[in-house]
């Protein structure tokens, strides 16, 4: 079975700081996916990014970047000059594997962890 | 943005009372989701669609039940409501296989009393 695991429940930045999210991961799958999402505390959950378990390049996207270590299992997010509006539970995620080739794009969650930016 | 919309956004119903929550897309999505979210748990599957009247339960799916009759509407139902199932659900959906992404509705909160 597949397991995410965030262990900070909260963070806090100083503005324009950066910050690390941790996440940790376990699975059986060869083929797997991680994802990071947002969700403000207006309850929408957005997507922030994407790796890819064959990605040989950490992904990135804007001010998001995320340091995959496939040996350790994790697949931290960093957030580079944080600001205000970054204050959000942020979410990791996991997608399965192919079976047969076909994979249902089902989602393990994290406990996500509360990031609190101080001006 | 991909169109999801839920109803209700907010429901207060009783135990024992059947429910049910219903998620719409607009952009032809074969795959839908719902999850529910928790404090100290994170979001998790409860049922799954890859098609029209292909479902399959996910990891907390007692209890509930799903039926899509149309690509476009996925409806999640609680049959006989508990203060168990308390909690913001979450619908979601995917295009393809070769998707990554999976865009979520934002969500209805639910309260059994």
């Known amino acids: 079975a597949q397991k995410i695991t965030q262990t900070q429940p909260g963070m806090f930045v100083q503005e324009k700081e950066a910050v690390t999210l941790d996440c940790t991961y376990d699975?059986?799958?060869?083929?797997?996916?991680l994802f990071w999402y947002k969700q403000p505390s207006s309850g929408e959950m957005i997507f922030l990014i994407y790796?890819?378990?064959?990605?040989?390049q950490n992904a990135t996207e804007g001010r998001y970047s995320l340091n995959f270590q496939k040996a350790r299992k994790s697949a931290n997010l960093v957030i580079s000059a944080s600001q205000l509006g970054d204050s959000a539970m942020y979410f990791c995620?996991?997608?399965?594997?192919?079976?047969?080739?076909?994979?249902?794009?089902?989602?393990?969650f994290g406990q996500g962890t509360i990031l609190t930016v101080h001006p | 943005d991909a169109g999801i919309t839920q109803s209700p956004r907010h429901k207060v119903t009783e135990t024992g009372t059947p429910v049910t929550l219903r998620c719409h897309q607009t952009?032809?999505?074969?795959?839908m989701y719902w999850y529910r979210q928790d404090p100290g748990h994170g979001l998790r599957l409860i049922h799954y669609?890859?098609?029209?009247?292909?479902?399959d339960k996910g990891e907390v799916s007692d209890g509930y039940s799903v039926s899509r009759s149309k690509t476009e509407d996925f409806l999640l139902t609680l049959e006989s409501a508990t203060s168990s199932q308390t909690s913001v659900y979450f619908c979601?959906?995917?295009?393809?296989?070769?998707?990554?992404?999976?865009?979520f509705g934002p969500g209805t909160r639910l309260t059994v009393l």
């Open positions: 979601a959906t995917r295009g393809s296989s070769g998707d990554n992404e999976q865009f």
């Open positions: 699975t059986s799958d060869q083929s797997y996916g």
């Open positions: 790796q890819g378990s064959y990605d040989e």
């Open positions: 995620a996991m997608r399965e594997g192919n079976a047969g080739g076909t994979s249902y794009g089902k989602l393990t």
């Open positions: 952009e032809n999505h074969r795959y």
């Open positions: 669609s890859y098609g029209v009247k292909d479902t």
